[in-house]
């Protein structure tokens, strides 16, 4: 594949506020089609920390848009002087998992490579932090990123593809409409997560491998089969009443983390959902950002 640093868009700010620029970190060889990166930088040029964030969506939805607004995760980090890099990857089905977790790396690479000229980064103070299946390819750059990131932040992620809440019909979307197969394969659809976890057959379509028959090949990727003692610090935070990835997965990784000796730090949000989706989470998000911005301060040089 080819990498690019082709910026593509900018949108205006006053001097003394955020910009956000659009580049192409990696053109994918096999279609041509160019994978984007969107940098947000505090005002200045100093030399700053970079995130490199990655967004949710089971690894088959979602994309590299965040805001800035006034109480926002982004406007948190950015207060706190970091640029973050939001990208996007390839996504599931057209691709297998590989090709997702390359991309990751590859992004982490041009950061490091590219950001200093760019946009003015320390490529030695990378850190990597992503939501939901974000927070599970955040865990997952925690050791296949080299040099590793300096320290990591799961939000609702977690470091086991192959258990039985993905393998196993999900008692909690099987209270939807069932989604049959020709719904879930229809161009445009929307429904080929709701099948897959209606069916338990989440793992398969993202690997190729049944965690049934292959349990092994499971083995790298599953971040909490691949913890080591040279595991990047990391913090996990997680509601517990989450209803899309229990709140066990980070409870599991937690365990794991402190059985090899790995800092870390498990924020629990009681009664918490999968994700602050309304105002009645304003307040609890807030405190949780401050956490997340003190918890990247102690290991920012």
């Known amino acids: 594949m080819l990498l ?30 160019g994978l984007e990166a969107d940098v947000h930088q505090p005002s200045g040029d100093a030399k700053r920390p970079v995130i490199v964030f990655i967004h949710g969506g089971a690894l088959m939805m979602g994309d590299r848009k965040m805001t800035p607004r006034p109480g926002s995760l982004l406007a948190a980090l950015l207060g706190a002087g970091y640029v973050v890099v ?53 865990q997952m750059a925690g050791f296949v990123v080299q040099p590793r990131p300096r320290a990591l932040v799961s939000f609702w992620g977690y470091g086991d ?19 049959t197969k020709e719904e879930a394969d229809r161009p445009g659809s929307g429904k080929l997560y709701l099948y897959c976890r209606q069916q338990g057959l989440w793992p398969k379509v993202l690997t190729g491998h049944d965690p049934d028959a292959e349990p092994r090949a499971f083995d790298p990727f599953c971040p909490v089969r691949n913890v080591t003692k040279d595991y990047p610090p ?45 105002k ?22």
């Open 161 to 179: 593809i192959a258990g039985e809440w993905y393998a196993r019909p999900d008692p909690f979307y099987c209270k939807q409409a069932l989604v």
């Open 234 to 278: 990391i913090l996990l935070i997680h509601g517990t009443k989450d209803t899309d990835v229990p709140y066990a997965l980070s409870v599991q990784m937690d365990k794991e983390l402190t059985a090899k000796g790995v800092a870390h730090e498990f924020i629990t949000i009681p009664d918490g959902g999968h994700g602050f989706r309304s």
């Open 4 to 33: 690019a640093a082709t910026a593509c868009s900018l949108l205006p700010a006053a001097a003394d506020e955020p910009t956000v620029k659009t580049y192409t970190y990696k053109t994918v060889a096999a279609t041509g089609k």
């Open 86 to 138: 939001s990208i996007d990857y390839r996504l599931a089905p057209l691709v297998k998992l590989p090709a997702i977790i390359e991309d990751v790396q590859d992004a982490c690479n041009w950061v490091r490579k590219s950001g200093p000229s760019l946009f003015h980064i320390d490529p030695e103070q990378l850190f990597v932090m992503g939501q939901s299946a974000g927070g599970y390819l955040t």
């Open 280 to 301: 009645v989470d304003a307040e609890v998000a807030a405190r949780t950002y401050r956490q997340v911005v003190e918890f990247l301060g102690r290991y920012r040089r």
